[in-house]
DNA sequence: ATCTTGACTGAAAACGATTGCAATCATGAC
DNA sequence: GTCATGATTGCAATCGTTTTCAGTCAAGAT
C-alpha cells in the first residue's frame, strides 16, 4: 500500500542505503542522487518517522508541559517554542497539567516513552521541589517557575524585583494602603509575594495579601469579599494576567472607580490590557523570548550535558497606563 | 543503558511476547502479569513508543494545523482537541501556518511523513479550494474554514446567520449607516461578510465593507482610515476578536465615544470583551465544542472511511453589552 | 485412557528506516 | 601495467516493539 524505501530503492536502481543517505547526510555521486529524487518524486515516498527514530535514536522531539494553554502567557512561550523547535527540524508535543500533580507525573512518563530529546516545563510547587531530572533520562529547563536552587536550568523572570517594581511605582503615585493578590499553587506567586512585601517594608507599609487558586474566578470572588472590608485597600497589585481580568469584574461588579477608588497594577501584558477601563499598568514579560530562551538552553544542555545547572534571569518592564494615575 | 523490553522478560523470567501481552491486551494469566509488573517496576521500564508505532503501524496521534495558537479561538480549540486526544490515549501535534500557503504544504507533508492518524485543520481558502483529501492517507476534518462543499469533513459556525444576527440587532438598536470589517484569506470571513450584506439588503440599507489582512494591528489601521472618511459608519460588524482588539485601538485613538459615535458588535466572546469600553456585544462561538466536535468527526471517519463528507453546522449565541446599546 | 478443546506461552518474523563494514571502481603515482 | 588511494555503493545487522504461528498443558468429554 504505503511507498517504502525499498519501492523508491527498486524504481531509481540502487540499493536502499543509497535512498537513505541521498536523502540524509551521507556521500552520494550527483548522477544517483538526481535518480534517487526523480524516484521519490515519481513513486509519492513519505519516510516514516517511527522507523526513522527508532533506528537513529533520535526522536527530534521536545515535549512542553504547561498548566494552560488558554493562559495567554502560555500561549505565547509555546508559539516562540515551536517555531524555534519546527526551524530545527523537531516537533512539540504540547501537553496541558491544570496544575493537577498527577498529570505532571502522567505526562513526564509520556515524555520517557516518547524518547523526547529535551523538555521544557512549568511545573507546580511540588513537582518542582520533587522533580529529579537525571532519573527521568533527558534534559529539563524549567519556565515561569524555579525549583530549589542550583538544581535545574530554568528561565524565569525578577519576580521579586518585578513586584517590587509595581509597588514603588504605585507609593511614587502617593498609594499607601497597598494590597496583593498572588497564586497558591506555584513558585511564581510566592517569589511575587516576597517582593511586594519586601518593597512595603522598604516605604514602611503594610503588606496586606489573599492567595488563590489559579484562575479568574477564584480572583474575582476573592477580591468581591475584601473590597467589603473596612480595610479594603486602595491600591491592588496582581500576580498575573488571568486574576486581572477577575479583579476588573470584580470591580466592575462593586462599581468602584479605577483608579480613584482602586488603583491596579499587575503581571502580564495582555493584548487588551491597554483597552480595559483607563489601561491597565502592567509588568510585561518578554513572554516570546522566554520561550526562545528555554529552547536554547535545551540546545546547549544538549551540546554539554555536563555544565552545571543554569538560571537565565530575564527583567520585566513596567508599562504604566491609567490604572495607577497619581492618587488624586 | 535504557532498559528494553527484553530486559524486562528476562527479569520476570518469561519471553518478551508475554510481556508485551502483559502489557496489553493479550490474554495472560494473572500470575505472570504480577510477575510482569513487578519486573516492569523494579527495572524502571518504559515502553519506545516509536518501535510500538512502527510495529503496530498505529501513530496514536493526530496533527492540529491552525494559523496562529495565539489566536484565542485557535487556543480554546486547540485545548478541547488536545483534552479529548490525551483521553483517548493519542498524541497531539501543533503547527502554526501564519496563513501561509508553503507553510501549509510543508506542514501536510509533516503528518504524511508522521503518518498520523488524522488531522484537525484550519486551511486558507487557497488551500482549502485544492485540498484533495484521498491523497493525502489521512483523514482530515476542517474546521472553522470550510472548503468546496461536499468535497470535506468540516465543523464550522453558521457564519452568514451569525452576522445577520449581529446586523439585525444593530438595527434594532436604531443604527442605520452600519459597515463591516472582515478578513481577506479565509472563507469565514467571506461568509461572514455575504450574511452581512444579505441582513442589510433585507433591511433595505447599504453594505460598506473593508477588507483587511488577518491582525489586529491591520483592523487598526483600516479603521483608522475609514473613520475619517465623510461617510464613516455610525455602527460597525466586526469578523473576529482580534479586529476586535484592533477596531477598540483605533477608536481609543480618534477619541471616539461607544455606542455614541461608533456602535461596535463583533465575533468571538474573548475573555476580556466583558471590560472593555462598556462591554462589547459580540457572537460567542461554541469553540471549546468545536474542537470536541472535529475530533469525535476525525474517530467517526476512521471508523468508517467510506462514509460521505459529513459538515457539522453550529450556531452562534448573540452576547449583547453596552456597546450596542439603542442609538440614543 | 484418549481425544478435544481452550487458554496460555514462546520463538521468530515482521515493521521501515539507518549505519558499520566490506566491496567496487576510477584515478593518479610509481 | 600495477598498486595504493579515496570516493561511492551495497549487504546485512540493528533499533524495540507487536503479532503470527506453532506448541504446551490442564481439564473435561467420550
Known sequence: MTVRIKDV???????????????GEGPVSDSLRKKVEAAVAAT????????????????QTIGLIVSDIRNPF??????AVEDAAYQLGMRVILCNTDENLDKEALYLRLMQEERVTGV?????????????????????????????????????????????LLVDHLVAQG??????????????????????????????LEAPARFVAPSAAAAEQALGLWLRDADRPDALVVSNGLFLLGVLRAVKHAELAVPGELAIAGFDNDDWTDLAGPGLTVIEQPVY??????????????????????????????VTRGSSRPRG
Chains 1, 2 share one sequence.
Open 44 to 59: 509519492g515516498y513519505r519516510p516514516n518517522l517511527s522507523a526513522r527514530r527508532l533506528r537513529s535514536q533520535h526522536s
Open 120 to 164: 521544557i516545563f512549568a511545573p507546580t510547587r511540588e513537582t518542582a521541589a520533587t522533580l529529579d531530572v537525571d532519573a527521568l533520562g533527558f534534559p529539563v529547563v524549567l519556565i515561569d517557575r524555579a525549583g530549589p536552587p542550583g538544581r535545574h536550568d530554568a528561565v524565569v523572570l525578577d519576580n521579586a524585583e518585578a513586584a517590587a
Open 9 to 23: 530503492a527498486q524504481a531509481a536502481g540502487v540499493s536502499v542505503a543509497t535512498v537513505s543517505r541521498a536523502l
Open 175 to 204: 498609594y499607601r494602603r497597598i494590597g496583593g493578590l498572588f497564586g497558591n499553587t506555584s513558585t511564581t506567586g510566592a517569589e511575587r509575594h516576597a517582593g511586594f512585601v519586601a518593597a512595603l517594608q522598604r516605604h514602611g
Open 289 to 318: 523570548e522566554i520561550g526562545r530562551t528555554a529552547m536554547a538552553m535545551l540546545m546547549e544542555r544538549l551540546d554539554n550535558p555536563a555544565q552545571l545547572p543554569r538560571k537565565v534571569v530575564l527583567t520585566g518592564r513596567l
Open 74 to 79: 502560555f500561549t505565547a512561550v509555546s508559539r
